[in-house]
Nanobody, 120 residues
């Protein structure tokens, strides 16, 4: 079983910055893609950013140039640096990880969610 624990959410004024972290632990052989989705009430969860094991990132158009995703493979941890935050970035942010367990089965795990609130 693989668990993801998030940290770093909070309240910030528009234009400010926050950094989210997500650490994966458990029966991990290797992690492949890791990333972040976000969700607001009444809307579908949307992909914010993802990063491959080799470090190649992809971003939603709405966050390009403002958010940066990175990872530390040795720690099985993914980060999301969020700059120039806007009120429309307010959401619950969920990290995810895809990979292979030590029993050589696939896993897809989600974090518990971190609230990010941006005030205008």
């Amino acid at each position: 079983q693989v668990q993801l624990v998030e940290s770093g959410g909070g309240l910030v004024q528009a234009g400010g910055s926050l950094r989210l972290s997500c650490a994966a632990s458990g029966s991990i052989f290797t992690t492949n893609a890791m990333g972040w989705h976000r969700q607001t009430p009444g809307k579908r969860r949307e992909l914010v950013a993802r990063i491959t094991s080799g470090g190649s990132p992809n971003y939603a158009d709405s966050v390009k140039g403002r958010f940066t995703i990175s990872r530390d493979n040795a720690k099985n941890t993914v980060y999301l640096q969020m700059n120039s935050l806007k009120p429309e970035d307010t959401a619950v942010y969920y990290c995810f990880a895809l990979g292979i367990t030590q029993k050589f089965t696939d896993f897809a795990s989600w974090g518990q969610g971190a609230q990010v609130t941006v005030s205008s």
